[in-house]
């Protein structure tokens, strides 16, 4: 089972409530892997704080154009609909950010002068946080587009019992790749109208991908009650409300995971998983993964 855990909008708390889903459900028999796909500024480490093992470059498949071949038809500029390749006079300029990587333009060029090529964008780190599988990617810096580590950082865990995403904040691509093929969303809010607002948004989101979904408002009783209020209205069941307690602030700030620092929050998050994997199985057309052993 994938569960992503995702937001409308940063500061929520989705890594707080990722890394202790990942902690909790490590502790019982079964395999558990924790994806950080948060890739642009990952953090779950800070609280998970894995023993790196691999860390190996993403790359993606780039233009490279001979000119010595090149006839300056234009065919390739007219196929690519992202501006990524414009010949200008008598050369031929690649924008490697804007490439989709499609291979269309090399694919039309009659001269043959148009081949492919690698580029880094970005590392995928490997490790371990106890008994969770750690993966996360780290996005370089100036990078326009970061869906294709996300599908890499993925893609790289082996088949496990349980999969937790940790996607990125927000409803734009990113946001959209880490969760597609979920089979439960598990959306972070707070019951702020700021928070509000976004939450909205997400569900349309999540709505649109035909996923399954459910809330947890973190920081309950900070705030008023419009965020409960929507979520009833919209038959969104709320999965848990973690209170505004000073000390979960304090742990955060320490980098600690809340399940260690304050024991009792434990049964918490292990309620919280139950509860999610409760309303997946109610899915007639949920799918069971397989095991894997370190």
């Known amino acids: 089972m994938r569960i992503a855990v995702a937001s ?6 989705k890594t707080t409530v990722a890394t202790n889903l990942a902690h909790v ?8 892997a924790y994806v950080d796909c948060d890739v642009e500024e990952p953090n779950g480490h800070l ?10 470059p993403v790359t993606r498949l780039i233009p490279k154009v ?26 031929v300029l690649v924008y490697a950010e804007m490439c989709h990587a499609c291979g269309g333009c090399a694919l ?47 893609s790289a865990p082996p088949k496990v019992d349980l999969t937790i995403i940790d996607a990125p904040p927000g409803t734009s691509c990113p946001a959209i790749e880490s969760i597609r093929g979920s089979d439960f969303v598990l959306m972070v809010t707070e019951p702020t109208p700021f928070g509000l607002n976004d939450l909205r948004i997400a569900v349309d989101m999540v709505r649109a991908l035909r996923l399954r979904m459910g809330v947890v408002i973190n920081r309950a009783g900070s705030g008023d009650g419009q ?20 000390r979960i602030a304090e742990a955060y700030s320490r980098g600690e995971l809340i399940c260690t620092a304050l024991p009792e929050y434990q049964t918490a998050f292990e309620a919280l998983l139950t509860r999610i994997l409760r309303s997946e199985s109610r899915n007639p057309n949920a799918t069971s993964t397989g095991g894997y052993r370190r």
């Not at 998970?48 to 860390?55: H, T």
């Not at 001979?66 to 050369?91: F, M, R, W």
């Not at 965020?227 to 000073?246: F, H, V």
């Open 227 to 246: 965020t409960a209020d929507y979520c009833r209205a919209n038959r969104l069941e709320i999965l848990a409300e973690i209170p505004d307690d000073r």
């Open 8 to 13: 409308g909008k940063g500061g929520t708390g």
């Open 66 to 91: 001979d000119e010595a071949k090149c006839t300056h038809c234009g065919l390739c500029s007219q196929i690519c609909q992202y501006s990524a390749i414009v010949p200008l006079g008598v050369t």
């Open 47 to 56: 609280f998970l704080k894995p023993e790196w093992l691999v860390s190996r």
């Open 25 to 32: 459900a490590s502790l019982d028999d079964r395999t558990v």
């Open 108 to 154: 039309v060029c009659p001269a043959g002068a148009i081949t492919e090529t690698t580029r880094q964008i970005g590392v995928l780190d490997m490790g371990w946080s106890g008994n969770v599988q750690f993966n996360r990617g780290l996005l370089n810096i100036g990078e326009a587009m970061s869906p294709p580590l996300i599908r890499q950082t993925k």
